[in-house]
């Protein structure tokens, strides 16, 4: 079937036609120019949809602000966190890769305030929600949900295996909310994530001593048993932090992690045997 000519949309030249013998039908090739701009816009499409996976991932691991900004490429690193930024990066390499059956999997940051535990934390976890692979599937939904007028907090969620919440979140959560009678209650999406679950500020806050042994003894005995790695950020020393988990959890815990304990020239701190 002969059709009539055909000119690029860019350029306006006529396309070179070619007859197409098992469907006797005639086809015109794709200018160059045309060709370089359906590229250009699928790249911008791509990566406006990898873009927009990883806000949604970030926002599924419950990420602040400012958490779904830090990253390790943007971290400054002294002589202070230098060996903590190495765990951090260790623990995103493994969280990417595999643990190959090692017996500590999780990490416990420990220094005072504002030595950059929770941005080492929340840098782990979005440096996993950038780099880990999305599917040509899911970017092909963002990209037709855009394309019918969705607003972003419309589009389909795309879930992080990797969670983040502050102790005071979690004990609300965890005496608030949870309903023990349910397998898949609200507690389940953190105490269960499937390859991290980050805790900040342990110890920051005053609570009853034997709720807090009963919470912690929870969470951290199923994950201790399922072998799913833990990040834990604290003031406490190891002493401190033992004395206020609880000797079972911390016996746990001590078990799986690797302590890195970060210093500021403000407050020298001495690492607990």
Same mark, same amino acid.
């Given at each position: 079937?002969?059709?009539?000519?055909?000119?690029?949309?860019? +350029?306006?030249?006529?396309?070179?036609?070619?007859?197409? =013998?098992?469907?006797?039908?005639?086809?015109?090739?794709?200018?160059?120019?045309?060709?370089?701009?359906?590229?250009?816009?699928?790249?911008?499409?791509?990566?406006?949809?990898?873009?927009?996976?990883?806000?949604?991932?970030?926002?599924?691991?419950?990420?602040?602000?400012?958490?779904?900004?830090?990253?390790?490429?943007?971290?400054?690193?002294?002589?202070?966190?230098?060996?903590?930024?190495?765990?951090?990066?260790?623990?995103?390499?493994?969280?990417?890769?595999?643990?190959?059956?090692?017996?500590?999997?999780?990490?416990?940051?420990?220094?005072?305030?504002?030595?950059? =535990?929770?941005?080492?934390?929340?840098?782990?976890?979005?440096?996993?929600?950038?780099?880990?692979?999305?599917?040509?599937?899911?970017?092909?939904?963002?990209?037709?949900?855009?394309?019918?007028?969705?607003?972003?907090?419309?589009?389909?969620?795309? =879930?992080?295996? +990797?969670?983040?919440?502050?102790?005071?979140?979690?004990?609300?959560?965890?005496?608030?909310?949870?309903?023990? +009678?349910?397998?898949?209650?609200?507690?389940?999406?953190?105490?269960?994530?499937?390859?991290?679950?980050?805790?900040?500020?342990?110890?920051?806050?005053?609570?009853? =001593?034997?709720?807090?042994?009963?919470?912690?003894?929870?969470?951290?005995?199923?994950?201790?048993?399922?072998?799913?790695?833990?990040?834990?950020?604290?003031?406490?020393?190891?002493?401190?932090?033992?004395?206020?988990?609880?000797?079972?959890?911390?016996?746990?815990?001590?078990?799986?992690?690797?302590?890195?304990?970060?210093?500021?020239?403000?407050?020298?701190?001495?690492?607990?045997?």
């Amino acid at each position: 079937m002969t059709v009539g000519k055909q000119y690029c949309s860019v +350029c306006g030249k006529e396309k070179e036609q070619v007859h197409i =013998k098992y469907a006797e039908i005639d086809a015109f090739i794709e200018c160059e120019c045309e060709r370089n701009l359906r590229l250009q816009k699928e790249k911008a499409d791509k990566e406006y949809a990898v873009k927009t996976a990883i806000e949604l991932r970030n926002k599924s691991s419950h990420l602040s602000v400012l958490g779904c900004n830090a990253s390790f490429e943007k971290a400054i690193i002294d002589k202070y966190n230098e060996v903590a930024v190495r765990g951090g990066k260790f623990l995103l390499n493994r969280l990417l890769t595999g643990f190959n059956e090692e017996k500590k999997n999780s990490l416990v940051l420990q220094g005072n305030r504002g030595s950059g =535990k929770t941005y080492i934390a929340c840098s782990v976890i979005n440096d996993f929600n950038a780099q880990n692979p999305i599917s040509d599937m899911r970017i092909k939904q963002i990209l037709k949900e855009r394309d019918n007028f969705y607003s972003k907090d419309e589009f389909s969620p795309v =879930k992080s295996p +990797c969670k983040f919440i502050t102790e005071m979140d979690l004990y609300a959560l965890y005496y608030e909310n949870y309903n023990y +009678c349910k397998t898949n209650g609200p507690l389940d999406e953190f105490k269960k994530a499937e390859k991290l679950l980050v805790i900040d500020d342990v110890g920051s806050s005053n609570y009853e =001593k034997q709720r807090v042994h009963s919470m912690y003894l929870n969470i951290v005995d199923y994950r201790y048993s399922q072998g799913l790695p833990m990040m834990l950020t604290t003031n406490l020393t190891k002493k401190e932090l033992s004395d206020y988990l609880g000797d079972r959890v911390f016996d746990r815990l001590n078990a799986c992690s690797y302590f890195i304990d970060l210093t500021s020239p403000e407050s020298r701190r001495k690492t607990d045997a």
